[in-house]
């Protein structure tokens, strides 16, 4: 049985991102791991019944997805409105699926304060960017699923490979 791959809805093409659109993750191993049935695909703030599209959301003070799930951060979206338990909630259904279906891996969009793996943004909405994990990347880790970032698709061919 090969390893399922949980892949963050958008790369697969989904409108689901907070500002109603897609980022899809055009390569030749995309296309292969579906063919082989191995990609389980979810947008994990719309799995927590968030709408798209949705106001802009960062982790708080510089904070990461760890400290959110540690009780000493919040997520708030551009509006001062809080949504930390949504984000919650949304990481809590990912690891859920991901040990449904069977997940090792998980390919995420970064950059988001749900997904992000190699960089999230700095809580200001200034468009800095910071290391760190985002909500949903930092509880798959803690589950023990290996997550990879869009940008690390060939690092994730070779772990796959090994």
Request: glycine fraction near 12%.
């Amino acid at each position: 049985m090969q390893n399922k791959i949980l892949v963050s809805a958008c790369l697969m093409g989904h409108a689901v991102r907070y500002d109603g659109r897609a980022k899809p993750l055009l390569h030749s191993a995309i296309e292969t791991w579906q063919a082989e049935g191995r990609l389980v695909t979810i947008c994990p703030e719309m799995s927590a019944g968030m709408p798209v599209p949705r106001p802009p959301a960062e982790i708080g003070n510089g904070a990461t997805g760890e400290d959110v799930l540690a009780g000493t951060a919040r997520v708030v979206e551009l509006t001062g409105r809080d949504v930390t338990e949504e984000f919650l909630q949304a990481a809590m259904n990912a690891v859920a699926l991901a040990r449904q279906a069977g997940c090792r891996y998980a390919l995420l969009i970064d950059g988001s304060p749900s997904c992000g793996s190699g960089f999230i943004y700095d809580g200001t909405f200034s468009g800095r960017k910071q290391a760190g994990n985002g909500v949903t990347a930092a509880a798959l880790k803690a589950a023990g699923v290996e997550v990879f970032s869009d940008h690390e698709i060939e690092r994730l061919i070779d772990r796959i490979a090994q």
